[in-house]
């Protein structure tokens, strides 16, 4: 079992900057599929980027491309804390983001059934 907090949202300005993070109990974190959604209010939960172990301590992350060159994901596997690093924040970012776990290696990193642990969700407001 894996259990899984976000913390770090809040309301910024467009052009602003927040770091999430997602803490997790349980598994064996440094080996673990890890990734992040948001959800906005009337729509579907998307993928944002997603960390993938492949080996030694070699991770390769992906993105979606509404936030390519402006969020970066990274991990703290010492303290098993996934962080989201969100830059040049537009209105349409505005969501609650989700961290999510998949215990079992996947080819599939932006799907959302891929995931087996969900967190609460943090919610991200960013103003015009």
């Known amino acids: 079992q894996v259990r899984l907090v976000e913390s770090g949202g809040g309301s910024v300005q467009a052009g602003g900057s927040l770091r999430l993070s997602c803490t997790a109990s349980g598994g064996t974190f440094s080996r673990t599929l890890m990734a992040w959604f948001r959800q906005a209010l009337g729509k579907e939960r998307e993928f944002v980027a997603g960390s993938k172990w492949i080996g030694s301590n070699v991770y390769t992350n992906t993105y979606a491309d509404s936030v390519k060159g402006r969020f970066t994901t990274s991990r703290d596997n010492a303290k098993s804390t996934l962080y989201l690093e969100t830059t040049n924040l537009k209105p349409e970012d505005t969501a609650v983001y989700y961290c999510?776990?998949?215990?079992?290696?996947?080819?599939?990193?932006?799907?959302?059934?891929?995931?087996?642990?969900w967190g609460q969700g943090t919610q991200v407001t960013v103003s015009s």
């Open positions: 999510a776990a998949s215990p079992t290696p996947s080819e599939s990193v932006t799907t959302h059934s891929t995931y087996v642990y």
